[in-house]
T-cell receptor, first 113, second 112 residues
Framework: GDSVTQMEGPVTLSEEAFLTINCTYT??????LFWYVQYPGEGLQLLLK?????DKGSNKGFEATYRKETTSFHLEKGSVQVSDSAVYFC????????????FGQGTTLQVKP | SQTIHQWPATLVQPVGSPLSLECTVE??????LYWYRQAAGRGLQLLFY??????ISSEVPQNLSASRPQDRQFILSSKKLLLSDSGFYLC???????????FGPGTRLTVL
């Protein structure tokens, strides 16, 4: 079945460092891909999305490119801030999943000043 | 614009007691609705989803149940809580099956 695998956390970075959180997926066909962010004690917020191969989603300085050849959707940010500290979830949506999002396990990011 | 509400925000319940968590969506009609559970330090587990009033699909066998008495209301219930029911419960909605889901603020449930 469809699945999403994220890099293990936690990831600890200093402010202004470059961020990469790896995400790979297994799915048939052409799923839509998402990154969600969860700040402490809150629900999930959609960060960015891509719906077809080679699409680049971007928001708040974060970017991710849908790479079908490597089945990946890695999240990147050039310069992280303390306020970016949160849990990041990669997810895929496939029309064959009767409306379900398949989530990765989440990666905790901690940014230190 | 659309908004999603959940209540209560936090709840502490003894083992064996009943549970009722409520989720409502405003500003849209006939949304798809979802209940997720997030155990401490773990990812999200889809519990139930609904594509319309009275239509509930269960993803995992458990002592929880869900109901959708109105178009924009989704309720998660239990007759007798277990310790393992503790977690963060998230409700989500989507306008249709091909779009992203939008999440509520969540309910933190602690079963003692």
């Amino acid at each position: 079945g469809d699945s999403v695998t994220q890099m293990e956390g936690p990831v600890t970075l200093s402010e202004e460092a470059f961020l990469t959180i790896n995400c790979t997926y297994t799915a048939t066909g052409y799923p839509s891909l998402f990154w969600y962010v969860q700040y402490p004690g809150e629900g999930l917020q959609l960060l960015l999305k891509a719906t077809k191969a080679d699409d680049k989603g971007s928001n708040k300085g974060f970017e991710a490119t849908y790479r079908k050849e490597t089945t990946s959707f890695h999240l990147e940010k050039g310069s992280v801030q303390v306020s970016d500290s949160a849990v990041y979830f990669c997810a895929l949506f496939h029309s064959g999943n009767t409306g379900k999002l398949i989530f990765g396990q989440g990666t905790t990011l901690q940014v230190k000043p | 614009s659309q908004t999603i509400h959940q209540w209560p925000a936090t709840l502490v319940q003894p083992v064996g007691s009943p549970l009722s968590l409520e989720c409502t969506v405003e500003g849209t009609s006939n949304p798809n609705l979802y209940w997720y559970r997030q155990a401490a330090g773990r990812g999200l587990q889809l519990l139930f989803y609904s594509v319309g009033i009275g239509q509930i699909s269960s993803e995992v066998p458990q002592n929880l149940s869900a109901s959708r008495p109105q178009d924009r209301q989704f309720i998660l219930s239990s007759k007798k809580l277990l310790l393992s029911d503790s977690g963060f419960y998230l409700c989500a909605w989507s306008p249709d099956r091909v779009n992203e889901q939008f999440f509520g603020p969540g309910t933190r449930l602690t079963v003692l």
